[in-house]
């Protein structure tokens, strides 16, 4: 009887690996998710595409995913620690991203997924937590929560969007990811570079957007980004001396599409 017991202990224990579900706690290794980006998102040169044609001929698992996200309360995930709440929230926000890309696919941009008045990020249109809510809510959240270096980790589908990366968030791994996705982002040179010739600092229309969450953390925008944008010491203290405004380069709304993008 005990070997019995035993044996079914271990069953359920990789059922909840496989099949993550309310009776048997929320999956915090976000498995399911993990799988969903292993098949749908590529990445090349610090872009990544996804395949959008393929998320919405496999509906299932992503919905299904959600399903998981959607039955946790605020009460439970408040008794998360704040790893598993960050976690939580930055697959949140990129496994909706890509639902509402699914749903209106083909579309050419995620901006025009909203309302004449009305951003895409302020659109309810999931439940978490028990309510309707939108995007916005769980990136206000996030930067309560998390800091600054979330921002790195968040797609907005688009080809000027920090990388969506091909593994799930997860608590355990998080300090080593946050600071991975913000050092691929700030060692894009497409988005952000340093012009030493014009002595310019050019970077992308993020830190526009979220200049004031970056300033609290280290008191100014060139302090920031100045230790992993400069190539060597000289171009930090030109960086940091520099009297000249911050160019923000054009942030490149077009989908992030893979393998054919929409004209």
Known sequence: MKLLVLALVFVLSLFQGAFPNKALGFDHRHL????ILKRSVFE???????????????????????????????????????NEQIAFLINAYNAY???????????RSIRDLGGFFLSPWKVRFFYLFGEKRNLEFIEKKLLSIGG????????TASIGSPSLSRVAYRADELERQLDAARKAFLSDHEK?????????????????????DFEREKGSLKAYVTPLIAQDQKERDEIIASNNDIF??????????YPIKIK
């Open 32 to 35: 399911a998710f993990n799988e």
């Open 44 to 82: 090349e040169e610090n872009t990544s595409w996804v395949h959008y044609q393929r998320l919405k001929e496999e509906p299932v698992s992503l919905e299904a995913y959600l399903s998981s996200l959607e039955n946790v309360s605020l009460k439970e995930f408040e008794g998360f620690p704040k």
């Open 97 to 107: 991203t890509l639902k509402r890309i699914k749903d209106n696919y083909p579309v």
């Open 148 to 155: 600054s270096r979330v921002v790195f980790a968040l797609t």
């Open 192 to 212: 952000n570079f340093y012009d030493s010739a014009e002595n310019r600092l050019n970077l992308s229309g993020i830190f526009k957007w979220f200049k004031e």
């Open 248 to 257: 923000y380069t054009e942030y490149e709304w077009e989908l992030n599409e």
